[in-house]
DNA sequence: CGTAGAATTGATTATTATCAATCATCGTGG
DNA sequence: CCACGATGATTGATAATAATCAATTCTACG
């Protein structure tokens, strides 16, 4: 297929936000073309599901702005969000016939997604890019683990001061090399107090209450639901332990 | 380097019980003998430690024999167990500079370990083997996905519940399909009551009051500390939910 | 056999979940 | 622009679950 034909949509690669950081960064201009004609741009508002648990895996995505969420739930219904998406990162599950988690958008975002087949093929013919998606994999699976560790050994406080860190860190521009400079820095949560109850295994209840308790105690300053600066950052890093 | 140098140790790999299903399965005669040339075979006590967190990521490894844990700690001295490494599965951090996690033998076992850096270089000049190790990795994450849904979502029986059906599993000899028939099956856990605790972030005692309920309801019989028997598995998976 | 480490059991406490009510916040329409 | 309603968040009271502390009791091994 011709990719320089000029009545086919133009590249979006090129002018791509993420073009350096996903795990296309490494392909050259005509292995580019050839994976910016199987893929399409795609925009999904806050709230809206991608990919549902135990369905047929059909589609596979590169997330280029927003933050969705990837989860599960128990027997009971109750909700566990497994992960959560940021820009460059890679969402779907290729080479398996299911999906063994649903995706969806906390804010809108922008995605650019491929048919997992289509997605496959290419990646098999393009060693480059499956070593990207192993490093990034990889580096999901050590992100993933040390999330464990949360869920697993620690108390509601330390859950809540972690991962206000670990969100302040996903939340910097990829540009700038994110140094937490003891100054305050504001963040605007991708999350209603629900869904970080749903990351961090709480109730809601008991997430709020860490919430007033910080601010309380001058960690933090809470200006909206989902606006909240971090005033401490050694005082919050301590609580973590 | 010539493999068929007789001078040479043996191909062990021809012989390995796990060649068909670890990530060398598809490499061929030629690369499999170089891939023996830079590994070799090693065995660990129980209780030894073969990776330490924050260490220079030195070695990665399969297991052909035995069980081990990848396992890290929170700063008050809790261990929590990040994964069980069963014969096939892959140990260590490619690409990476340190360890995220420590490993230690939970039984006596066999490895096959690789200097990372020989490793990185070979599956770079490999991508049949990157590409099962993609396999491999995305097939973890998908399971240590899993496991949070039970750190963060369930209660202690559903937990040890769960934890006895999927060692069951992963027990049961690669050969044979693991279909359990209803009818009774005797395990022997690799793990002591504190392992089992650090598995499911629970503490020994609530563990071990679990496992005297689950003996008192008849759903498992235990004969020795490690010797437990599933008596009613459609009981068991009940109490997974 | 005796002993040390592991496991169990019991009593109590701490933490978090649950249930219930009130209070903010944000979007909408008058 | 403001009042209103709906949804989300907070707060309080109580209950449930698991942690902690403290003895025993196994059991594996020399």
Chains 1, 2 share one sequence.
Not at 69 to 96: H, M, N, V, W
Not at 213 to 236: E, F, H
Request: hydrophobic residues 40%; charged residues 30%.
């Amino acid at each position: 297929m011709d990719t320089q034909d000029s009545s086919r949509p133009v590249n979006f690669c090129q002018a791509c936000a993420v073009r350096n950081r996903a795990i296309c960064a490494d392909l050259d201009k005509d292995e580019i073309g050839l994976l910016n004609s199987i893929g399409r741009r795609r925009r999904i508002e806050a709230g809206e599901q991608l990919l549902w648990e135990g369905d047929d895996a059909v589609l596979v995505a590169n997330v280029i702005e927003g933050v969705l969420k990837l989860f599960s739930e128990t027997a009971g219904g109750k909700e566990q969000i497994l992960g959560l998406a940021y820009p460059s990162d890679f969402l779907g599950r290729p080479f398996k016939e299911t999906n063994s988690y649903g995706v969806e958008a906390l804010v809108p975002a922008e995605i650019c997604v491929f048919y997992r087949a289509d997605f496959d093929r290419f990646a098999r013919e393009h060693p480059k890019l499956e070593h990207r998606l192993l490093e990034r994999t990889l580096s999901e699976l050590d992100r993933t683990r040390r999330w464990m560790l949360l869920l697993g050994r620690m108390n509601a406080e330390q859950k809540l001061a972690s991962f206000l860190l670990e969100t302040a860190e996903r939340l910097a521009p990829a540009s700038c090399g994110f140094v937490p400079d003891g100054g305050s820095r504001r963040i605007e949560l991708p999350l209603s107090r629900q869904q970080i109850a749903d990351v961090l295994g709480l109730t809601i209840e008991t997430v709020s209450r860490q919430f007033t308790r910080m601010k309380k105690d001058g960690l933090i300053d809470i200006a909206g639901r989902r606006d909240v600066t971090i005033l401490d950052w050694d005082a919050l890093n301590a609580r973590t332990q």
